[in-house]
């Protein structure tokens, strides 16, 4: 007989690597994720745009 009312403590899963669940967050919204990097990159593009402008600026003076 187990008398025990306390269940046994689950199994922590695994810790699964980040990139892993980003492959597969990006296997399964494809669309999402090409959104997502679409977005950084012209982020990425305007921010170096206006670094570019305020270098430019600071050359003149």
């Not at 919204?29 to 012209?42: F, K």
Request: with cysteine; proline share 11%.
């Amino acid at each position: 007989m187990h008398d025990n009312p306390n269940p046994p403590p689950a199994q922590p899963k695994p810790e699964q690597h980040p990139v892993r669940g980003l492959i597969r967050w990006a296997g399964k919204c494809r669309s999402d994720a090409l959104i997502h990097a679409l977005r950084g990159g012209c982020y990425g593009v305007g921010t170096g745009a206006v670094g570019l402008f305020f270098w430019w600026i600071e050359q003149g003076l």
